[in-house]
Nanobody, 115 residues
Framework: QVQLVESGGGLVQPGGSLRLSCAAS????????LGWYRQAPGKQRELVAT???????NYVDSVRGRFTISRDNAKKTVYLQMNSLISEDTAVYYC?????????WGQGTQVTVSS
């Protein structure tokens, strides 16, 4: 069974940093486009960042310049380095892996930015 397992969430003060990780199993990782999404309370899930199978990154405007997405194909892991965090970044963050025919989600990890 395919698994995407996120880790690295937690409570951080405004201006702080966190690095999220998402480890995949039982998929041909190198073929997948990967992404991070988030869902704040009372809001819809939104795209944060993606990285294609050929390592091209893309970011939503609100995080560009603060967040960095990367992938380690050998470890089957995708990362989201989050710097200069603000309260609006508070959400559950979800990892996504997809191809044309497959779409998988992780269970989510909570990120709370608060003083």
């Amino acid at each position: 069974q395919v698994q995407l397992v996120e880790s690295g969430g937690g409570l951080v003060q405004p201006g702080g940093s966190l690095r999220l990780s998402c480890a995949a199993s039982k998929i041909t990782f190198i073929l997948y486009d990967l992404g991070w999404y988030r869902q704040a309370p009372g809001k819809q899930r939104e795209l944060v960042a993606t990285i294609s199978a050929d390592r091209v990154p893309n970011y939503v405007d609100s995080v560009r310049g603060r967040f960095t997405i990367s992938r380690d194909n050998a470890k089957k892991t995708v990362y989201l380095q989050m710097n200069s965090l603000i309260s609006e970044d508070t959400a559950v963050y979800y990892c996504n892996a997809q191809t044309i025919t497959h779409n998988f989600w992780g269970q989510g990890t909570q990120v709370t930015v608060s003083s």
